[in-house]
């Protein structure tokens, strides 16, 4: 296993040490981790160091539309029981960031690392993994990211035959469907709130028939597969038929859905999923998300939400009615400049609560609340909108880019 010889070679090295001097540089300006150019600078002077970081690690994957970060860093936790673990905690999950998360490894048994959808493939010939998780499809930074289908089919043509075992939840058609082609799958139970995706057949784009929680093509005959691992309620339930207490720190249906394809994951490498669940429970906050700050002696909740799937799922975890919500988005280039999703989002759900609404694109925020018959009030920033909050917890919900500017003026 790791540490029993070393990997890399003299040119590897003076990659590494190269990338390490110009993250360090680039944090010392202030422009934030330095991880990305740093692995950029690592991997132009070295194209194979990826594979070379990785080959005496046992490697996860992790992949999905949502819910990846705070997935990664479960399945981290829970691997830490078996040994020492890098992973790329902060989300930088393209391949100049992954290789930077690894080159600060040296002495890890495992290496937990996510994946952006469009290069998973990449990077599993890359780094040769273990285990594959594959949590979710949907749409997501319209602007530029292939539509659903295609990323699926890139999937299933990057993971066929691969040696890998792929966790993936059954109850997303789009994930069976990229997952099918690898001979070693474990199906998980994970559910799906968000279904808007995956009404036609990925397989022959026949019309997708949903009874229950189940789910069929009436005409290729393509289904749900047969889980072995389960989120039921408050449990994960294991190939054997227990039932193992979930208790997340982290708030809603989809964590404990994330912490049940971890502990599937957990067990494919010995970890048991009592011992698994109970070391997710040290997870408080990812990257930000979910934390409780004080700001102007208010207690506001910051939570992350990128596309319709992740804002269907985030209205789920708010504080019920009166509580008030801001609602911050951005189009920059991390974003999608698109922002024609906003009319896929049910905002109806927001109704009895105070909205304000701030972001770059608050304008195009307001008229879509405006069409859902919603009360809000646009502010011109933060500050202003916090002033404005009737008393309570407020929840702020924010994409991506809005999101790490709010973490900047509070300060977390």
């Known amino acids: 296993m790791a540490g029993n010889s070393d990997p890399l070679t003299p040119r590897a090295k003076l990659a590494v040490t190269a990338g390490k001097a110009v993250a360090a540089a680039s944090r010392a300006a202030g422009r934030g981790s330095g991880s ?11 194209p194979d ?8 690690l046992d490697v996860v994957l992790v992949s999905a539309t949502n819910g990846k970060t705070t997935t990664t860093r479960l399945i981290a936790e829970a691997l830490r029981a078996a040994g020492p673990v890098v992973s790329n905690a902060l989300g930088a999950n393209m391949p100049a960031g992954i290789t930077s998360a690894l080159a600060g490894g040296s002495d890890a ?7 952006d959808e469009k ?6 010939r890359d780094t040769d993994p273990k285990c594959i998780a594959l949590l979710n499809l949907s749409r997501d930074q319209l602007d530029r990211a292939a539509e659903t289908r295609m990323l699926a089919e890139n999937w299933r043509e990057g993971l066929a035959g691969s040696k890998a075992v792929v966790v993936a939840n059954c109850d997303d058609p789009l994930v069976v469907w990229a997952a099918s082609s690898s001979p070693n799958v474990i199906w998980v139970a994970a559910g799906q709130m968000w279904k808007d995706d995956a009404w036609s057949c990925p397989s022959c784009g026949g019309v997708m028939q949903r009874p229950g929680d189940d789910w069929f093509c009436g005409e290729c005959g393509f289904r749900r597969p047969t889980p072995t691992w389960a989120l039921s309620g408050d449990h994960v339930l294991d190939p054997h038929g227990s ?19 971890s502990a599937a994951v957990a067990a494919v490498f010995g970890v048991p999923p009592q011992v698994a669940l109970e070391r997710m429970y040290q997870v408080q906050a990812v990257a930000g998300r979910y934390d409780v700050v004080q700001f102007q002696n208010r207690d506001l909740r910051l939570l992350l939400a990128k596309n319709p799937a992740g804002w269907l799922e985030t209205f789920s975890l708010i504080d019920p009615p009166p509580a008030p919500v801001i609602l911050s988005v951005n189009a920059r280039g991390a974003d999608g400049t698109d922002t024609s999703w906003l009319w896929d989002v049910d905002y109806t759900r927001l109704t009895g609560h105070p909205i304000f609404v701030i972001g770059d694109r608050k304008l195009d925020l307001a008229v879509r609340l405006e069409v859902a018959n919603q009360h809000f009030q646009v502010c011109d920033d933060l500050d202003q909108a916090v002033q404005m909050c009737p008393p309570g917890r407020i929840e702020v919900i924010a994409n991506y880019t809005a999101f790490q500017d709010l973490r900047r003026r509070v300060g977390n």
Do not use: C, T
Request: no cysteine; net charge positive.
């Open 36 to 46: 990305v150019i740093g692995g950029r600078v690592a991997l132009r002077l070295d």
């Open 49 to 56: 160091l990826l594979a070379r970081l990785a080959q005496n």
């Open 109 to 115: 048994k495992f290496g937990v690392i996510e994946v």
């Open 119 to 124: 290069y998973l493939a990449g990077v599993a």
């Open 243 to 261: 039932a193992w207490p979930i208790h997340l720190q982290l708030p809603g249906r989809a964590n404990k859905a994330n912490a049940a394809s």
